[in-house]
Nanobody, 123 residues
């Protein structure tokens, strides 16, 4: 499956963005999906994950209470709603997926990756 992340942009501190991950040429049904990010000069880190059914989610501590991951399998899309954004959220955000029932934080558990979308939060 080919993934495409979109929805990034430039916002001020406290603002919101909604990222989307879509599958081209296929569907995300049967896949668990995660969001990761890489800030300048840092390693890629886990942000959030959702099970294939949408019934289970997992968040990094930095995302809890501010970010919400959700999915619409009929629309072949997984969303990441990000509220109360902070400058430290500035990064390239990637969606990733793999088949199965997990909702995992380790990037090695994902085999399909999108190209990333830039999120910049100004102070």
């Amino acid at each position: 499956v080919q993934l495409q992340a979109s929805g990034g942009g430039l916002v001020q501190t406290g603002g919101s963005l909604s990222l989307s991950c879509t599958a081209s040429g296929g569907t995300l049904s049967g896949y668990f999906v995660g969001w990761f990010r890489r800030a300048p000069g840092k390693e890629r880190e886990f942000v959030a994950a959702i099970s294939w059914s949408g019934g289970s989610t997992l968040y990094a501590d930095s995302a809890k209470g501010r970010f919400t991951i959700s999915r619409n399998n009929a629309m072949k899309m997984v969303s990441l709603q990000m509220n109360n954004l902070k400058p430290e959220d500035t990064a390239v955000y990637y969606c990733a997926a793999n088949r199965g029932n997990g909702y995992l934080r380790n990037e090695n558990d994902y085999i399909f990756w999108g190209q990333g979308t830039q999120v910049t939060v100004s102070s």
